[in-house]
C-alpha cells in the first residue's frame, strides 16, 4: 500500500510541475507557478526520505512495513 502512495506521490509532483509550465507560459504568472514548483519538491524530497536506505541498510519504509508486520 505505501508503495502506491509513494507511486501517486510523485505522478502528482510531475503534473504540479507540467501544471506550473503550462500556468507560467499561459498567464506569465510566477507566484502560483512557483508555489507549485516548490510544492512539488517537497514531494520529491519527502518520497526521498522514505526511500533512501540509511548507513544500516534499511530504508525508513521497510522499517515501518516490518513494524506493521509485527503488530
Known amino acids: 500500500m505505501a508503495d502506491l502512495v509513494l507511486s501517486i506521490v510523485m505522478l ?15 498567464t506569465g504568472e510566477t507566484k502560483q507557478p512557483a508555489l507549485m514548483i516548490i510544492l512539488a519538491l517537497v514531494a520529491i524530497i519527502n ?25
Open 12 to 26: 502528482a509532483a510531475v503534473l504540479l510541475t507540467a501544471g506550473a509550465v503550462v500556468m507560467w507560459r499561459r
Open 47 to 71: 518520497v526521498l526520505i522514505w526511500t533512501l536506505p540509511s548507513p544500516a541498510g534499511e530504508t525508513p519504509l521497510e522499517q515501518a512495513q516490518q513494524l506493521e508486520q509485527e503488530n
